[in-house]
């Protein structure tokens, strides 16, 4: 009944592609305005500007957090994030014996090879990565974390400023300040 794709019309596939697009645009900007427009109140002059200053704080706070997770999703790279706060919760493991059990899980979903969300880390960090796990610690993830922090601030960060997920966010909140 189901074939492969490779015998489908190159032209299907396109389209497809089109079609997964446009409603994957529209359905991030459904989920990032349901999740923000009881919130969105909340977000104040002084807030907007430290998203817009510092990666740091867009990430300490939720609704910027929700906000660049949501634009990550929209350039199928929602994994780095995902890591990120997996390892940040990692860090905060009780009681320690969880800590072995957690690391593999964590290593196993996104740095071994063929990972189903593996993240972009070069050989090196996944070797280290790989030798802490040997007797993991709170800090067995603390250069791969490093890592894609940098790369999210890096690259994805200035991306999400320009990003029409950002800008609308802004303007709509820029539209409640005046109007409301």
């Not at 969105?40 to 990666?55: M, N, Y």
């Not at 300490?60 to 929209?74: D, I, V």
């Not at 709170?138 to 894609?148: G, L, R, Y």
Request: charged content about 30%; aromatic content about 12%; some cysteine.
């Amino acid at each position: 009944m189901c074939r492969s794709l490779e015998h489908l019309p190159l032209t299907c596939l396109e389209r497809a592609k089109e079609l997964k697009a446009r409603f994957g645009s529209f359905l991030l900007k459904q989920e990032l305005y349901m999740g923000l427009s009881h919130k969105t109140d909340k977000l104040t002059l002084e807030d907007r500007e430290k998203w817009s200053q510092s990666f740091h704080y867009l990430l300490a706070h939720k609704e910027g957090l929700c906000a660049f997770r949501a634009f990550l999703s929209s350039e199928y790279s929602e994994e780095n994030i995902a890591f990120y706060l997996a390892c940040e919760d990692y860090k905060n493991t009780k009681p320690c014996s969880k800590l072995c059990s957690k690391a593999k899980k964590i290593y196993e979903e996104f740095i071994c090879n063929d990972a189903p969300r593996e993240v972009n880390l070069d050989h090196e960090t996944k070797t280290i990565t790989s030798k802490n796990l040997e007797n993991p610690t709170f800090t067995c993830f603390k250069i791969a974390q490093s890592k894609i922090y940098t790369l999210m601030e890096k690259d994805c960060y200035p991306r999400f400023l320009k990003s029409t997920v950002y800008q609308e966010l802004i303007a709509q909140h820029a539209g409640q300040t005046t109007h409301g």
